[in-house]
């Protein structure tokens, strides 16, 4: 017998015990699953992989918040698995990690996992051994609440997003690092070239590719894998999976992007969709028309279709090479149109974090002593007059100024005075994100101020970003970091004990990723001490975004909330961007910590962490090698 | 045939000693492997020759280390025999973002007398994208000689590709068994127009290719009886696995 | 310009029955509220307090109403007992489907504006001028907007027969789901 089922036995005789008790207060469920090959039939094309249960996607666990839920799984492939519970807080050795939680489960074992359920909303699981992800070992696991959910929903859908490539995982890493660029069918040709020099003329169309070719970077460099069939719960777009709805009823759609590497930007056009969770945590209701789900992150929205007839659901990858397509409609078989994809982006120097080459077009006034570095995050402290400033023969990416942060502007007022915005295009303000919501007094003039089509800038994106989100409609809004205010905050709101930074670093050329430039294999583990509030600075150095997931402690994301912000499990950086998260150290043991690109945590963007002391101090650190036979 | 022995012991090394990847949470380093056929082409030369030319590269090997094994050779199709074959095996290991510097040995075969060589090199990629490849090799008879070879690929589409190349070679001193005369002693332009056929493992090409031999070397060559330069349409195919 | 008066009570200073006034600004959008949409009859208008037949209490909680629904008959006048019993800023607004979609664009202008915070009112923001001779200002005879803690009455004449909604426009509310029916019979 080995030392799970031995303290499983333990613990379900002390359960049992409680149960006579009181049998009403605890709940207890056995789930079984079985880790099998299988074969994924995209539309596109049909691959081996491996999957849960027979299937992949494997089935969506339904738990409840309080229950001790007990997990057999049965490893029927040749080879080591394990399955890790993405976003459940648990025992660091239920986590599923194999060499930092557990040894993992040997072909033809059964391990058992046991632990509490103690909270609530949409997550997943998912394998993390080789890249049997990538290969199709994800499932959806969705946690009722003992408390009323702040909503009302009539349905409720899993919607898990996936990005099936016909090549293997193993293989996708080893074309990678022969050629990092194998899977870019996007990059810029000879006719690009030409349009560029017949847009902006030849030597500005020079001088970018030089620049780009000085760096041996790609502006194009958004996907590093691109060819993949998105699916949504195992469907690809011409398999077209459906959800029935009753006109007025409200939808709940549990949005989890279970991809190896790809961004999705979603949204269901003729309908608005509103924001309730977030990484399975409640967030005060945003009303929006599009939101981008990073890789491993879950959304729930409320969709209240109100028409009888069908809706497209709509998921375009962030580079815009492919796209999940589902269906909203009152009777099966029922489809809408399917919008065409946008435009390839471009990354910009400002996501090379080099944005200052071109301030000169801009006058900043008494702003002009500043050193152009220190722009970045520059504080505007009491007061802010943009009267003299002349936006006025602005073109498009001149005027960068970083991410401005108006939000502890803490009296004083704000003059727009005459700032004329007219002639701008999309894009031309970048002004970071100016966030006025926190102005706790003082009043704000507007004055003549003409916003024209002006675009809030996401903060989360560097100022003149080719990625910054635009609502696909034209108009409308596309959510934001920014915009996640929790409902329910986890933890009470207090200063940082300390702070770690942690600069997301790579050479795309070799294809390594690394954190303060170390590889995972090179690299120390980071130590933690229970009970303190660590507060992490994301430093992204690389022109990729980078959805960073903590294992066993949440992230409180911050997006100047202060007691409101959201609680996450993955945080996404984008390029040339600096984010901070902050964790309530308040789980024992060892975690995983790391990039959820697949390929980028297979090169080396991963970390162990190790968290000392606490209540449980009997806790045995090391991994259980060999615990199990 | 000595050369094809040692080459498939090279390749066999590279590929047996590459292990497979296992867990997302590496805590040794990864090892990868991968073959490249730069060039693997069929040439007919403007006085009727009809040649057999192959350019590749195999590796086996971590971030921090690779072996390499670098091949090319000519085989001439009429006479049946081989006109140049080199194989070269390199310890390979990262000095900057982009370049790598390389050592080993290199082994030319037939035509004249085999002649093993002592190599160090450099290989990467220059700004604008340009591929460099550069040795400088010493003989087992002290002669010392250097190459050097540049590639580019212009992307007409993102499936057909426009690469031009450059190869030159240079003696310091000459070795007349081999027909090696010293400085500049050859040098090959091409242009060829590449098509993605099946992902980036099979891209069959058209182009053409110009060679010409320099002084000395020009001279032992039309002793032979042979030109000192050819053009050549070529056809052939790009890969890589 | 319209004018009333309510009464707010809040909780807190329910015991001293701290009683206030509040007078009507110019809505951002003029003439958009009460009466905007299919006329005053439509949903109703003002009661008088003599004609009340019945009080009915509202407890609004994060993020949803108790009850969630109210029958009442047509030309009932009834007396809305409205407490915030959540921790965020809820509105009790009796409309339509239409005139709450409406509501809700302002609601959204106040929240960007700072004006409405999640857990609290900037009331002293919502008379501020907007540079173009309008305000924010959130006074409606058909609706209440309270911070936690505070409750407000509303009495209210059901003159109209189609049925009505009472919802909250603070951005996300009403699309997650709170909102109730006025079914008259």
């Not at chain 1, 993949?228 to 459906?242: A, C, E, R, Y």
């Not at chain 1, 409609?473 to 929790?486: N, R, T």
């Not at chain 2, 290991?93 to 004249?112: E, L, M, N, Q, T």
Request: proline share 5%.
């Amino acid at each position: 017998m080995n030392m799970f089922t031995l303290r499983a036995a333990r613990r379900a005789l002390a359960v049992a015990a409680l149960l006579a008790v009181q049998p009403a207060l605890s709940h207890a469920g056995t789930y079984t699953l079985t880790v099998d090959p299988v074969t994924i039939d995209t539309g596109d094309f049909k691959k081996t992989g491996i999957g849960y249960n027979g299937a992949s996607p494997g089935p969506v666990l339904k738990f409840q918040e309080g229950e001790d839920v007990t997990i057999n799984v049965t490893n029927n492939l040749k080879e080591e698995t394990s399955i890790h519970w993405h976003g459940l807080i648990l025992p660091f050795q239920m986590d599923g990690v194999p060499d930092i939680s557990f040894p993992g489960i040997a072909p033809g074992e059964t391990f058992t996992y046991r632990f509490p359920v103690v909270q609530s909303g949409t997550y997943w699981f998912h394998s993390h051994s080789g890249f049997q992800e990538p290969d199709g070992a994800y499932g959806a696991i969705v946690i009722t609440p003992k408390k009323r959910e702040p909503f009302k929903v009539d349905r409720d859908y899993v919607v898990q997003f996936t990005d099936k490539h016909p090549h293997s995982g193993a293989r996708i890493m080893r074309n990678l690092k022969q050629a990092p660029d194998y899977y870019n069918r996007e990059q810029q040709t000879v006719g690009d070239f030409f349009s560029d020099a017949r847009k902006n003329g030849l030597s500005a169309a020079l001088d970018d590719r030089m620049a780009w070719g000085s760096m041996r970077m790609m502006a194009t460099d958004i996907e590093d894998v691109q060819g993949f069939t998105p699916l949504i719960n195992g469907k690809g777009p011409d398999q077209n999976w459906t959800a029935l709805f009753k006109p007025g009823e409200r939808v709940r759609l549990r949005f989890i992007n279970s991809s190896a590497m790809t961004y999705f930007d979603v949204r269901i056009p003729g309908l608005k969709m509103t924001v309730v969770a977030a990484d399975g945590n409640l967030v005060q209701p945003v009303p929006v028309d599009e939101f981008r789900i990073g890789v491993a992150e879950t959304y729930d929205v409320i969709v209240r279709p109100q028409e009888d007839k069908a809706y497209t659901l709509f998921a375009q990858s962030m580079g815009r090479t492919a796209f999940a397509r589902g269906t909203l409609a009152p009777r099966p078989g029922m489809t809408a149109p399917v919008p065409d994809m946008g435009d390839s982006p471009l990354l910009t120097m400002a996501d090379m974090g080099m944005d200052h080459g071109s301030m000169a077009g801009m006058d900043h006034s008494t702003m002009q002593k500043e050193d152009p570095a220190e722009m970045q995050g520059m504080n505007h402290g009491k007061t802010m007059n943009h009267g003299t400033m002349n936006h006025d023969d602005m073109k498009q990416g001149t005027m960068k100024q970083g991410g401005m942060d108006h939000s502890k502007m803490p009296s004083g007022g704000m003059n727009h005075g005459s700032m004329n915005h007219g002639d701008m295009k999309q894009d031309t303000l970048k002004q970071g994100g100016m966030d006025h919501g926190k102005m706790p007094s003082g009043g704000m003039n507007h004055g003549s101020m003409n916003h024209g089509s002006m675009q809030t800038q996401d903060p989360f994106y560097a100022a003149g970003s080719g990625l910054t989100p635009t609502p696909s409609e034209g108009q409308g809004k596309f959510l934001s970091y920014s915009d996640l205010k929790a409902q329910r905050p986890l933890y009470k709101d207090r200063e940082a004990t300390r702070e770690i930074e942690l600069r997301l670093t790579g050479n795309m050329e070799r294809y390594i990723w690394s954190i303060n430039g170390v590889k995972y294999e090179d690299a120390d583990p980071i130590r933690l001490q229970y009970g303190e509030r660590v507060r992490f600075k994301f430093v992204n150095e690389t022109m990729m975004t980078h959805p960073m997931h903590l294992h066993g402690m949440w992230s409180i994301l911050d997006v100047g909330a202060e007691k409101w912000d959201p609680v996450k499990h993955t945080i996404s950086i984008a390029p040339g961007t600096t984010v901070y998260s902050e964790t309530e150290v308040d789980a024992t043991g060892q975690w995983a910590f790391h990039c959820h690109l697949s390929y980028h945590a297979a090169a080396g963007m991963f970390r162990k962490i190790i968290v000392e002391g606490g209540p449980d101090n009997t806790a045995d650190i090391t991994p259980l090698k060999g615990a199990i036979q | 045939m000595r050369f094809a022995s040692i080459s498939c012991a090279a390749l066999g090394a590279l590929f047996t000693a590459a292990a497979p990847l296992t867990a997302l949470a590496q805590t040794e380093p990864l090892v990868f492997y991968g073959l490249q056929m730069e060039q693997l082409e069929y040439r007919a030369g403007d006085a009727g020759q009809d040649l057999l030319v192959w350019d590749g590269d195999a590796f086996v090997g971590t971030d921090e280390v690779r072996l390499r094994w670098e091949g090319n050779g000519e085989y001439d199709l009429n006479a049946d025999l081989f006109e140049s074959a080199t194989n070269q095996l390199s310890i390979q290991v990262p000095v900057s973002d982009f370049w790598d510097v390389k050592a080993g040995i290199r082994y030319d075969s037939p035509d004249g007398p085999d002649r093993w060589h002592g190599a160090v090199g450099i290989s990467g990629l220059a700004p604008q994208w340009i591929e460099v490849d550069s040795s400088l090799y010493v003989s087992e008879k002290g002669d010392v000689s250097a190459d050097l070879d540049l590639e580019y690929e212009l992307l007409l589409t993102n499936y057909l590709t426009l690469i031009p190349s450059a190869e030159m070679s240079v003696a310091f001193s000459s070795d007349r068994e081999r027909g090696v005369g010293s400085g500049l002693n050859s040098a090959e332009v091409g242009l060829r127009l590449s098509y993605d056929l099946w992902d980036r493992m099979l891209s069959p090409y058209v182009g053409v290719a110009y060679e010409r031999y320099f002084g000395e070397t020009a001279d032992f060559i039309r002793e032979e009886g042979d030109e000192a330069d050819m053009f050549s349409i070529v056809f052939g195919a790009r890969l890589m696995f | 310009m319209r004018k009333l008066n309510f009464t707010l009570s809040s909780m807190a200073a329910c015991l001293v029955a701290a009683t206030v006034t509040l007078t009507s600004f110019q809505a951002l959008s003029a003439g958009s509220h009460a009466g905007g949409h299919g006329g005053a009859s439509a949903i109703g208008e003002p009661g008088d307090a003599a004609k009340v037949s019945r009080t009915v209490e509202i407890r609004m909680f994060d993020n949803y109403y108790e009850p969630e629904n109210i029958t009442v008959s047509k030309g009932e006048t009834v007396r809305f007992k409205v407490i915030n019993a959540g921790e965020f800023v809820h509105e009790f607004n009796i409309g339509t489907t239409l005139s709450h979609a409406d509501h809700q664009k302002e609601m959204m202008m106040m929240m960007e504006h700072g004006v409405l915070e999640a857990d609290k009112i900037n009331r002293d923001k919502m008379k501020m001028d907007m540079g173009n001779g309008m305000t924010m200002d959130h006074s409606d005879p058909n609706s209440v907007l309270l911070e936690p803690g505070e409750s407000a009455e509303i009495i209210w004449h059901f003159s109209g027969d189609k049925d009505l909604e009472f919802a909250c426009n603070v951005p996300g509310h009403y699309d997650s789901g709170m909102m109730g029916d006025v079914r008259i019979n």
